[in-house]
């Protein structure tokens, strides 16, 4: 087991080296200038494409909102977060924020995309990086490498931390055994995904606003009851993420790579995960899914990250290690993660607030694997051509994958998660930066037409965009009508 958890943490620390930091930054800021700040400006917009909830083919963009929010709103948002104060302390926070505000345009950027080269396939819409890869980009090689890191990220190295956190948590509360409690998700999970992603955006509809609600009013409650010590934990957020606060001064570039590592898995801004479940969402334009996902990322950064790091810095239960492995700040004994936040929040509620924290993290993390494996069985299917046998080997893998979290260790758990998005990043990156001039020519496409009083339309063709299986079919014909109707 040892030799297979340096292996991993080895590779992990190649892919996410600083130079896919810094990628992930600069992308942010590339795309924020060349959309001229879309994802601030159009805030109004966001909310307003949040009321089409209906969808004849594929699933509405609310449900796939509610989807790639149960996605991301997982064990990044608050396992995630003690792990970057530890490793990068609070500064870290700071870094996730910036890469929520600049990464929203890379997220909506890579949505636009998987929308417009999304395909229609036994009466679902299906589509991602692999695909604007292989159609757009015409590298077969390139798609086909996205395509196996998502098999082996969201679909192999990811789902055991999530179900991880389910065995610590009932553990801690209930005094459950790890083994139970995994093989009881596991079964849940497989009678979920059997179902297909319209089962899945139905299913995620229903739970991701609730479980952010309920974690959002837990926060607020321990904000309030640490009113006055807010000043003080902003300050040392803001301090430390520029190493101006001396404590933390020694671990600056473990500061800003934690912020960003942690900001990435926790909102997949830039991991190309997000669009593949917009790409299964019904639209008329694809710039319109592009900023519903945009939202998604604000809602799990700037809230919900924002409430786990307000619940764990302001109860005072984290560690933070300094770069020659010495303590800086020591004031709990329980490992990094999830306990975290779960003691935090029995010292602010009692035994009971632990265990509804422990309830509400099985709402995280079902909705988080449900997301998973769509993301995982979209590229399957790519990688064998649609074959049914895909579908089947990538249900077996992710069921392993998911009872694994009853039976591996936290630190190879977060190794091998990291190692998953790491690897998308890379690959979905290249092909977003590759394409932006493609991105950028739809989404003034979109803001011409709203600028002229009209329901945006998309026609792939006026884009050089391909479209055999007819997913744009309808909004092609309104277009076209409606053209027609000005002359």
């Known amino acids: 087991m ?4 340096d292996v991993v943490t080895k590779i992990n620390g190649w892919v996410w080296a600083l130079p896919l930091v810094i990628l992930c930054l600069i992308t942010g800021v590339y795309f924020t200038i060349r959309f001229k700040g879309v994802q601030f400006r159009s805030i109004g917009d966001m909310f307003r494409l949040l009321r089409n909830n209906t969808s004849e083919d594929g699933i509405s963009p609310f449900q796939a909102f509610a989807t790639t929010v149960g996605s991301r709103v997982g064990m990044g948002n608050i396992s995630g977060v003690a792990t970057a104060i530890f490793f990068g302390g609070p500064g870290a926070v700071f870094w996730m924020w910036i890469l929520a505000l600049i990464g929203a345009a890379s997220a909506y950027a890579e949505t636009v995309l998987a929308q417009a080269y999304k395909d229609r396939e036994g009466g679902e819409y299906i589509g991602g990086p692999q695909a604007f890869i292989s159609k757009g980009l015409k590298l077969k090689p390139l798609a086909i490498a996205f395509a196996i890191a998502a098999v082996l990220g969201p679909g ?3 789902p055991g931390l999530q179900v991880y956190s389910i065995c610590s948590t009932f553990e801690n509360a209930f005094g459950l055994g790890q083994l139970l409690v995994g093989s009881i998700c596991t ?5 979920v995904v059997w179902g297909g992603i319209k089962r899945i955006g139905k299913v995620a509809e229903l739970l991701a606003p609730v479980m952010c609600v309920i974690y959002l009013i837990m926060a607020i409650i321990v904000m ?4 006055t010590e807010l000043p003080a934990v902003f300050a040392t957020i803001i301090k430390s993420a ?3 606060d001396q404590m933390f001064a020694g671990i600056l ?7 960003v590592k942690r900001g990435v898995y926790s909102n997949e801004a830039g991991q190309g995960s997000g669009a593949i479940v917009a790409a299964a969402a019904e639209c008329d334009h694809p710039a319109q899914q592009g900023l519903v996902q945009a939202l998604s990322i604000y809602i799990d950064t700037i809230l919900v990250c924002s409430a786990s790091a307000m619940i764990i810095l302001l109860t ?6 300094g770069a020659d492995g010495s303590m800086i700040v020591e004031n709990v004994s329980t490992e990094y993660g999830i306990l975290w936040a779960q003691d935090g929040v029995i010292q602010a509620f009692g035994s009971w607030g632990g265990k509804l924290l422990a309830i509400m993290i099985v709402l995280f993390v079902f909705t988080s694997l449900m997301g998973y494996y769509y993301q995982a069985e979209s590229n399957m299917k790519f990688l064998f051509k649609g074959k049914k046998a895909g579908t089947w080997l990538m249900r077996i893998i992710f069921m392993v994958a998911v009872f694994s ?6 630190e190879v758990i977060w190794s091998m998660a990291d190692l998953g998005v790491g690897l998308m990043a890379w690959f979905n990156l290249i092909g977003v930066l590759w394409l932006s001039n493609k991105a950028v020519a739809i989404c003034k496409d979109y803001d011409k037409q709203r600028k002229a009083g009209q329901d945006p339309l998309f026609d792939p063709a006026k884009f050089g965009i391909e479209d055999p299986t007819g997913a744009w079919s309808k909004q092609k014909a309104l277009l076209e009508q409606r053209e027609k109707g000005n002359k």
């Open 2 to 5: 040892q030799a297979f958890v």
């Open 253 to 259: 570039g473990a500061t800003v790579s934690w912020g």
């Open 187 to 191: 079964v849940l999970i497989c009678a």
């Open 224 to 227: 309030g009851m640490h009113f």
């Open 316 to 321: 005072g239960n984290y560690n933070v290690q």
């Open 242 to 244: 520029f190493g101006a």
């Open 405 to 410: 979290g009853a039976v591996v260790n936290g």
């Open 156 to 158: 192999t190295l990811m």
